[in-house]
């Protein structure tokens, strides 16, 4: 049975942004059967990435994991909530970091921002 995933990754400058609210846009990563098959830029909302509205927007694209930087609790609620697994901490090159992720070598941080000025 084919497997489809999609992964987004906060990005600027084609590597992940230090901070999901912050970021210029989301690279999504359509992905069957382990590799990665499309390859789309998303612009990000304005403003926090908790209160953005991007969750919902992009679970409604299909997006099933998050591949971030730093980010907020209230972020990763939001996300969670709309059934968006969220990996924190990650950094470099995304398309390095996706293939990083599909070989099993990405691992959430644990770790969050503590305000929304988190660099």
């Known amino acids: ?3 489809k995933l999609k992964i987004a990754v906060p990005t600027r400058d084609s590597v992940v942004d230090d ?3 912050h970021c210029s846009y989301y690279t999504i990563y359509g992905v069957e059967n382990g590799k ?4 789309e830029s998303y612009p ?4 926090c990435g908790c209160k953005s509205g991007v969750a919902p927007i992009l679970a409604g694209m299909g997006v099933k994991v998050m591949l971030a930087g730093n980010m907020g609790q209230g972020a990763k609620n939001v996300l969670e909530s709309n059934n968006i697994e969220v990996f924190r901490g990650c950094s470099g090159d995304t398309d390095a ?3 990083s992720y599909l070989a099993g070598n990405v691992k959430d941080s644990g770790e969050g921002c503590h305000s929304h000025e988190c660099h």
Do not use: D
């Open 97 to 99: 970091l996706v293939e």
């Open 44 to 47: 990000s909302p304005q403003g």
């Open 19 to 21: 901070h999901f609210g």
């Open 36 to 39: 990665v098959v499309s390859k």
């Open 1 to 3: 049975m084919e497997q």
